[in-house]
């Protein structure tokens, strides 16, 4: 079983739509939690952390369950210029606070 | 501030030829790390550093060497490449707390002939 698990998607919505990602992590002793973005051909960027009250930034909710060991992405209101994939990555754990572990990252289509 | 720079962004070399991608970040940071990422797999970390004069081997270090010498600076060398190093190098780097998120450069594209 891999560490870090993401659906590779793609996921095509519709303009204003709203789409949820979900991300399953193996090691319970994780510690941090994040999801970031990469458009094609760039660097990953941090779309944000997630913490275990759950967060919102804008249009984008993020929640952790850690007695199911997942975490959740929830994208409100799609933007063309939300089409990318998205990065779930986990921190700590019996590794080290050093090890960061990404998924595969699951693509994301917003259709005009 | 510029972040984390990497260069080059793009490099072709041919089997056995050798060479270094440098990064340079302007953020104080401690942590820095080198990645690979190759299609249908997770970014995979080559080494990483948490501080100036240390390094570490990451899950994929075969191949590398790297070299922090100063604090804002880490090096990846490839002394003799083979194709199975073709890939794009990322970079990146993070304060010392255990929650701090990642800060990427923009990449370097490496193909190996």
């Known amino acids: 079983r891999k560490e870090v698990e993401q659906d590779p998607g793609p996921f095509n919505v519709p303009e204003g739509a709203t789409v949820a990602f979900n991300c399953t992590y193996s090691?319970?002793?994780?510690?941090?939690f994040f999801w970031y973005r990469q458009d094609c051909r760039k660097e990953p960027k941090l779309l944000m952390s997630?913490?275990?009250s759950g967060n919102e930034d804008g249009r984008f909710t993020a929640q952790l369950n850690r007695a199911s060991q997942y975490i959740s992405l929830l994208i409100r209101d799609s933007k063309l210029s939300d089409s990318a994939t998205y990065l779930c990555?986990?921190?700590?754990?019996?590794?080290?606070?050093?090890?960061?572990?990404f998924g595969t990252g699951t693509r994301l289509k917003v259709l005009a | 501030n510029a972040g984390v720079t990497q260069t080059p962004k793009f490099r072709v070399l041919k089997t056995g030829q050798s060479m270094t991608l440098l990064c340079a970040q302007d953020?104080?940071?401690?942590?820095m790390y080198w990645y690979r990422q190759d299609p249908g797999m997770g970014l995979r970390l080559i080494h990483y550093?948490?501080?100036?004069?240390?390094?570490a081997k990451g899950e994929v270090p075969d191949g590398y060497n790297v070299s922090r010498l100063k604090k804002q600076n880490f090096l990846l060398g490839l002394e003799s490449a083979a194709p199975s190093q073709t890939s794009v190098y990322f970079c990146?780097?993070?304060?010392?707390?255990?929650?701090?998120?990642?800060?990427f450069g923009n990449g370097t594209r490496l193909t190996v002939t």
């Open positions: 990146a780097s993070r304060r010392g707390q255990s929650n701090s998120p990642l800060h």
């Open positions: 990555v986990v921190n700590g754990g019996t590794s080290g606070t050093y090890k960061y572990i």
């Open positions: 550093s948490v501080g100036e004069g240390t390094t």
């Open positions: 953020m104080n940071h401690e942590y």
């Open positions: 997630v913490y275990s």
């Open positions: 090691n319970s002793a994780s510690q941090s």
